[in-house]
């Protein structure tokens, strides 16, 4: 409905109860509980090391802080390619055990008979094509769709998706050409990182445009804030006033009154 009104779609990962919490009462519309969350969080080089477990985990947390947005998981690496069992059995559980409204897989054509069976009972399944970071050994962190073999590849693999039943596609790192015909080309929501500004939506990491995370900065990324230096700000001055002396003051401190016990 957002797609065919016009509204743009404004999604951001979130992987912790406080953040998460942060951010669907900032508005977002959308909550992706990325396996990015093995960089960011977890501090892996990619996403791949990532468990089904670790992903319930931080899913549950979102999930809990959450009163408004949409909240999608991203199945890791492994979960799903091997079997269209796989598939249906790993997102199923992120729907009951974990709460979440919606999965998100990597991969096109390949990938189909796995998104059939997600759609077929009753899971909401997102698609996401273009570089996808659980090829990374495969396709490095290079844009896609430069190539007209690469580009006609993301069309047939987006109308596929859509198809299949897939509800909304992720398209990341094309030329913003492509992203708009892509887009254009299906009537389900085409929500783009890196892929130009005529997508139905936009995600990105939140750790990268709160400037919380520096190990890797894609070109596609706009920092809205330098958490990192306001934090570390903050710990800085916390550590200096306490080898100084200046905290804690009695203003932080409990006195003791006769017969009841002073608080821990």
């Known amino acids: 409905r957002m797609k065919a009104e ?53 899913t549950r947390a979102v999930v809990r802080a959450t009163k408004h947005a ?8 492994g979960s799903y390619q091997a079997s269209v069992d796989d598939a249906v059995r790993n997102a199923a559980r992120f729907l009951k055990e974990a709460g979440a409204h919606a999965v998100k897989v990597e991969g096109g054509c390949d990938i189909l008979p796995q998104v ?37 590849t993301l069309r047939d693999d987006v109308q596929a998706l859509a198809e299949a039943g ?3 596609v992720v398209v990341e790192c094309v030329p913003h050409t492509l992203g708009r015909e892509l887009a254009r080309a299906v009537e ?3 929500i ?21 995370y520096h190990d890797l900065e894609p070109r596609f990324v706009k920092r809205y804030a330098d958490l990192h230096g306001v934090v570390g700000a903050a710990v800085r001055n916390y550590c200096d006033e306490v080898r100084g002396g200046q905290f804690p003051t009695l203003a932080h401190s409990f006195e003791e009154q006769k017969g009841t016990i002073p608080p821990a």
């Open 188 to 190: 389900i929501p085409v």
């Open 70 to 77: 949409m909240v999608v998981a991203d199945l890791p690496f």
């Open 116 to 152: 059939a069976a997600m759609t077929a009972v009753g899971i909401p399944v997102m698609g996401h094509v273009g570089l996808t970071p659980q090829s990374v050994h495969q396709m490095g962190y290079r844009v896609q769709g430069r190539s007209a073999d690469g580009a006609q």
């Open 6 to 58: 016009g509204r743009r779609i404004a999604m951001l990962t979130a992987y912790d109860y406080a953040l998460a919490g942060i951010v669907d009462a900032a508005g977002v519309d959308v909550i992706l509980v990325g396996d990015s969350a093995a960089m960011v969080m977890l501090g892996h080089e990619t996403t791949l090391p990532i468990t089904m477990d670790e992903m319930l985990m931080f």
């Open 192 to 212: 783009g990182i890196g892929a130009g500004p005529d997508c139905d939506g936009q995600v990105l990491v939140l750790h990268d445009m709160l400037g919380l």
């Open 166 to 168: 897939a509800f909304s």
